[in-house]
């Protein structure tokens, strides 16, 4: 797939400071533009996909309970799920039991991740019920004493994700940052709200900036609501954060990665994507998921994609209905074929996410 060189995207984007290589610790990132962890969607074939495109500086896999790491229940096992390729890789994990927390992380040690990275920022009921992600954040004293033990553990960089606070009243993400360096941590990557806030409302670049500002040598990347070269390059100007992790703007567009390489570099995103290249990912990305999880169970987990996709190539109803009742390859030949009867009408609106609207969780957060 190559990108298109006859449409600029992203006019007004700010140009990108210019910066040493991103280390975490001893691991130095080819990139500083990092694939986030997006629970049901960055699983291999998806990694995958995307590495191919160019540009990805590291992946964080889907977030996974430490204890059940241990015990090998089918589901992590599958969530873990990897190959030589898919490297750089992080896999994150969260819990409260600071020995499974060590173990979990020495397990993935022997199992060969580029780096272990620790949940303080998942906002959802069920896991922070019962003191995992951001509710690490309210016990300041275990949390530190916690990730310190895990840094100990191992030998590969430990890194945390965590939010700004737990609410507009504590926002301890600087501090936890100070604290973190110096038992050790490898990086922090801050997303830019609070836990009551969850998704909603704007991402607090000043408070990303106040993270940076906290600490001395630790690399700090900025997470939330990055759908554009645009966004990235604010993200990077008004935080001075050394790398962003994008997470739902690579589902709408998964060639800003190497959109973003090719700014850093030239001062040019390079073109936008045609309707064919984004066709031709979608396969790509199929063939990809299939491979791993087999046609039946790949045909399931594909379906959850039909709305990212035709968001963007909006090929009308009737395909969108088929995609979501996907059941075998020869249904996806079908569908794949009439998505090419209709690239002509295509025009590309929204084609670098900026004008589609993305999906985020309703409600109180403790509905989640």
């Given amino acids: 797939m190559v990108l298109r060189t006859e449409r600029k995207t992203d006019h007004n984007a700010e140009t990108l400071p210019q910066q040493s290589p991103v280390c975490f610790g001893h691991l130095e990132l080819p990139t500083r533009f990092l694939l986030a962890p997006l629970a049901g969607y960055t699983n291999l074939g998806f990694r995958m996909a995307v590495r191919e495109l ?23 096992c599958e969530l873990l799920h990897t190959c030589p390729g898919d490297r750089l890789l992080a896999v994150q994990i969260y819990g409260t039991v ?18 272990v990275d620790i949940n303080m920022g998942c906002p959802v009921h069920k896991v922070t019920r019962n003191g995992g992600g951001s509710a690490l954040m309210c016990d300041p004293g275990k949390t530190i004493a916690l990730v310190r033990r895990v840094v100990e553990a191992v030998r590969l960089p430990v890194t945390v994700k965590m939010r700004l ?9 600087p501090f936890f940052a100070r604290e973190f360096e110096q038992a050790g941590i490898a990086a922090v990557t801050i997303h830019g709200r609070t836990r009551a806030q969850g998704f909603g409302g704007a991402v607090d670049l000043e408070g990303i900036h106040s993270v940076v500002a906290a600490v001395e040598a630790t690399p700090v990347i900025g997470n939330g609501d990055i759908r554009t070269i645009a966004d990235a390059a604010r993200m990077l100007v008004k935080t001075q954060c050394s790398a962003v992790a994008i997470g739902r703007g690579a589902l709408l567009n998964p060639w800003i990665f190497a959109q973003l390489g090719h700014w850093e570099q030239t001062g040019n995103p390079g073109m936008a994507t045609s309707y064919e290249d984004r066709v031709e990912f979608l396969e790509r990305h199929f063939q990809l998921l299939v491979a791993d999880r087999g046609e039946r169970l790949g045909c399931l987990l594909f379906r959850k994609w039909a709305n990212w996709y035709c968001r963007v190539l909006r090929p009308g109803r009737d395909i969108q209905q ?43 957060v403790e509905r989640w």
């Fill in 54 to 76: 160019g540009g990805v500086g590291l992946a964080t896999t889907d977030l996974i309970n430490a204890r059940a790491l241990l015990q090998q229940s089918r589901k992590t």
């Fill in 98 to 115: 600071p020995e499974e927390m060590c173990a979990a992380a020495q397990w993935l040690e022997a199992y060969g991740v580029s780096a």
């Fill in 165 to 173: 606070g737990w609410d507009e009243t504590t926002l301890s993400a």
């Fill in 322 to 364: 088929r995609f979501v009742r996907l059941a075998s390859l020869e249904d996806f030949r079908e569908i794949l074929s009439r998505l090419r009867e209709r690239a002509t009408p295509w025009t590309g609106q929204g084609m670098d996410g900026k004008e589609i609207g993305i999906a985020v969780p309703r409600g109180p």
